[in-house]
């Protein structure tokens, strides 16, 4: 007999996607860590003095609106948004592609995930073609390219709090982001966290995924 459909059970909400990296950064760390990791006292929570932690706060408050704060990332510019300022006067911005840089970033991210190429191999290959991937100095480093391929600003969206002070992820639920995306991607959330990983079997499907798209990266 059919169940009414007033009876049937109601499926659950699907998970954020934070909550699921929340879940693998956990098991990395867990991987990684053979002795349980020390607290961190997160940027949202600040410091000891109440000047600090109102600051931290007010700053939070700013990402989650999706306002850039910081010196935009390699392959974005700032844009002045017209009619909102800070308390202080001061126009507010927020993050738009770079035509130049922006599809380094993406082939990046392509090499890493898709290609599957390491980190000192990616940076050979921008060095070895300055004209086509400016660097953002002098030259490319392993640690700018290592930088590129953890900044979840390249999903879309802000972010706040998301490292420690060795450039590990935080967990999960301590990050700040913007309540929605803010500016526009350059590369989508599957093939960020494929990077952070690229095992054959994540390539190969991604390689299907994105082939298939009307625009692709060059290799």
Not at 152 to 170: A, I, M, P, S, V
Request: glycine share 6%.
């Amino acid at each position: 007999m059919p169940i009414p459909r007033t009876a049937r059970p109601l499926r659950p909400a699907p998970r954020p996607w934070w909550h699921r990296v929340r879940d693998w950064l956990a098991a990395r760390r867990h991987a990684t860590d053979p002795e349980p990791a020390s607290h961190h006292t997160t940027a949202v929570e600040g410091g000891e003095h109440p000047v600090t932690r109102r600051a931290h706060e007010a700053t939070a408050a700013l990402i989650r609106q999706g306002w850039n704060l910081h010196q935009p990332p390699y392959g974005y510019l700032t844009m002045t948004v017209s009619g909102s300022r800070s308390a202080s006067g001061r126009p507010r911005t927020r993050l738009t592609p770079d035509p130049r840089r922006a599809p380094v970033v993406q082939n990046i991210f392509y090499w890493r995930a898709v290609t599957g190429l390491d980190i000192e191999q990616i940076t050979v290959r921008l060095n070895n073609n300055p004209d086509c991937y400016p660097p953002p100095g002098s030259s490319w480093q392993p640690d700018t390219v290592a930088g590129v391929l953890t900044n979840l600003k390249y999903t879309g969206y802000q972010t706040f709090n998301t490292h420690d002070e060795d450039g590990r992820f935080r967990p999960a639920d301590e990050w700040v982001l913007s309540a929605q995306p803010a500016h526009r991607a350059l590369v989508t959330t599957a093939l960020f966290w494929a990077a952070q990983n690229p095992t054959t079997d994540t390539r190969r499907a991604l390689r299907h995924r994105l082939l298939a798209q009307p625009r692709h990266l060059a290799s």
